[in-house]
DNA sequence: TAGGTATACTGATCATACCAGTTCGCGTCA
DNA sequence: TGACGCGAACTGGTATGATCAGTATACCTA
């Protein structure tokens, strides 16, 4: 029986941390560089991996940028940055299994819900302005499949711009990406467009009446039908 | 102007792939073992550096699980592993700044609002056994104030739970994580136990009552008063 | 002064050696 | 014969030094 709490702490999790406190003290700004490889090992008398080892897990984090010839840099910690590190992971979660996909759509759909209902509840004359700015450009895509989904997503997240919440924002973004990477939901074929355009009209009148349960039906209905072009599946809640 | 587009991928990468497609594809299934690193330098034909760099990386997303002296396992990925894998990089982007932390705090309570709504709607009978459990054991950890937070937010879990989504568990598992990190919220002190656990009985009332309207308005009261108990701060939505 | 090139710096990669845990089989002893 | 224990042969962790390959900069030239 191996002792699983006795966790032997490798030497480059040290240096890990006292980096990490020298960009969280502040000691090193955002932007700022870090001492080279070379310099760190002899301040702190380690050997080169362990720096090596340490800065790649602080660039996996997001924490700083190592380039090719040139210094490390501090990259500012946002809750986009934190999204995009489980990027990869959230990907392989998805492919592991399709029951793991039928929840992220129902986050999704619970997400988009509240949001939708919190929207209507605070959105000012210029958020409306906003969304409806960006349906005409969405319109404007028609024909650009690509272009007109990238639209769609950006009118989705505009929604939850309104909550003036970043972390709501990454949230959005990072749903509709992996969702489309599954190309399930907010998939638009040709012929559709229209359909969608004329749903997404209709939210943002609720919006703008400040209606929340009706903006909520209408997002609602909008999401099932694009979920129900792929065969009736009953998801819960 | 450097180009940003012409990234040249790191040979550690290469090998990430490598090793993530084989893990991915199921050649190596959870729970196995990968070959050791001097053998995967020598079938990949490169250095162990390139070895050892993605063999972090892949443990850096939770995928595999490295001890000294024994060969790297496979683990098997969750919602819950996903959100473990931010959390070090959340806590420092709660650091940051307050903002960020009212942010948190502001989808701590859009998610629960929804959450306990969602509860109402599709709650079981046991279901509601399980969540009079979750109160009774709370109760017994009166005067234990540690143990108390921990049956606090196991309760605050079980509602999560209802909705049969391992997503929502893992995202309010991290969430009131986070919060209790910043000794905020969620807060209890000696004396106001029993108010907390009356609030909670009376959310367990309107979930057993399907009253989707009562429940998100209980949750409500009980998330403010514990955040006006921090002085009077205007949080937005 | 503008341009380009040489040089010194940076990270990337490799090879090698050695340290430090874990596993497992072989030999010894009861 | 069986159980124990020790050690050899794995494993990952760390150090060192050399070399390759980008980047930035100072210096020199036109």
Redesign the pocket.
């Known amino acids: 029986m191996?002792n699983d709490h006795i966790v032997?702490r490798?030497?480059?999790d040290e240096v890990f941390d006292r980096l990490a406190g020298m960009i969280t003290s502040g000691e090193i700004g955002t932007g700022e560089t870090?001492p080279?490889?070379?310099?760190l090992m002899e301040r702190f008398g380690?050997?080169?991996?362990?720096i090596?080892?340490a800065m790649q897990a602080l660039a996996n984090l997001g924490l700083i940028q190592?380039?090719?010839?040139?210094?490390?840099k501090v990259r500012e910690i946002t809750a986009r940055s934190l999204v995009r590190q489980v990027d990869l992971a959230a990907q392989l979660l998805l492919n592991a299994s399709p029951t793991n996909l039928d929840h992220l759509k129902q986050a999704r759909r619970f997400f988009e819900r509240g949001m939708v209902r919190s929207a209507a509840e605070q959105a000012t004359p210029e958020d409306i302005v906003q969304l409806r700015d960006a349906l005409a450009a969405q319109r404007r895509e028609i024909g650009n499949v690509p272009a007109f989904i990238r639209a769609d997503m950006l009118f989705h997240r505009q929604i939850t711009r309104i909550s003036g919440n970043p972390i709501f924002e990454a949230v959005s973004e990072a749903m509709l990406s992996w969702l489309q990477a599954h190309r399930t939901d907010l998939l638009i074929w040709p012929g559709n467009e229209e359909v969608t355009l004329r749903e997404h009209a209709e939210i943002i009148d609720r919006i703008a009446a400040h209606d929340a349960e009706g903006a909520e039906a209408a997002m609602v209905r909008h999401l099932d039908r694009s979920a129900d072009l792929y065969g009736p599946r009953p998801t819960a809640g």
């Open positions: 191996t032997r490798k030497l480059s870090l080279s490889e070379r310099v380690v050997g080169r991996p362990a090596r080892e190592i380039s090719h010839g040139e210094r490390a």
